[in-house]
């Protein structure tokens, strides 16, 4: 699922973390429900987010 | 209620005093409205190093502007360590940790000025005469943690006092959890003021020794909140200082945390819909660039879901 919504992918952001909330993104890789990369981690959290807030 | 060991002592703080007295570690400090609608000013400092002492705007942050029942005192942010546990307090003690203390000057437009009917009761002076049995100076004043002080505020900011509502009896017990001076004072400013309805009045204070159950409530709150900040020793500058002018040392280097803050750039690949989204939240305020609103949402998920619960804590009483 999650390789099919990356072929679907037609933005790239750059997003800036600082040493401190790379821990967090470390962190999280490490519980593993989000991905295995700090960019898949993000997205997870985006769509989410999205979905909490129903935006 | 929690059982207390034997009372040790009871006075009565007459109109407008105060009194300094040592609070050890697992006692009990109980302070009691001899008549009712008596602002209280609340001064502590740690027995063994005076350099830290109650945090008004710390304890502000943990439990929001009315401590109450079940929550904690806690030290300054430098030290920020329990300092109290509220063990009991009536709803008609209302707090304040907005007001800081009154002072002389609060009263020179009433006339109370050193030149003219001289100075009103206040109580940066009587913090200052209660702590000084201990060497303590005016300057050793601090914010006060305030009971039976009923103020208000507005969402502009704006915050005023209005009635007392503390009642004839009414007590609160402060569980100490180190060795603590504290200094609970009968508030001057009530009598000219709404603070404590227009008449001062006595208070009781007592102090319980410890007891089984109030010696495993401190080790709880121990064994729980440890070490929270880094020790002064742990800094580079660590000595206090004797003379009281400032001057610029040229040789000091500073050691910062985690200084420089680093950053990178990680690139986040989104599906047409996602990026749509992503700019909806940007028109909401969630930043400049995409990035921004990318970290944005990302922290705000965080916290909603997986940040640990601050470490506010609650009295568990048996």
Redesign the interface.
Known sequence: MAEQ??K???????????????V?LSR?QEDGKYGKT??EI??A??????R?TR? | MASYGPKREDITLEPVSGKALPVYRAEVLRIIQVEGEQCVDFNAFNLRDYKEYLGVSNTRSYHGFRPKKGDIVWSVHSRNRPMYAILEMPETCVTDLLGGRCKAALHYGEGFTPDRYGTHTNCQDTLAASIGEYGLTPDDVHDSFNMWMNTEWDSTGQYWITQNTGRKGDYVDLLAIFDTLAVPIVCGSGDTGITSNYAFKPLQIQVFEKSDETERLVSFYEAKYGDLQRRPEQFKVNGIKQERGLRRDPNYVPEFVNFPIKKRRIPVELTEEEYDALQQLKECGFGNTDGEALRMAFFKWYHRNHRPITLGGRVRLS
């Open positions: 919504n990356i679907q992918s037609k933005h790239v952001v750059e997003v800036e973390f600082n040493q401190q909330q790379a967090i999280l700090d960019a993000i997205r959290a985006l769509r989410e987010f999205l909490q935006i």
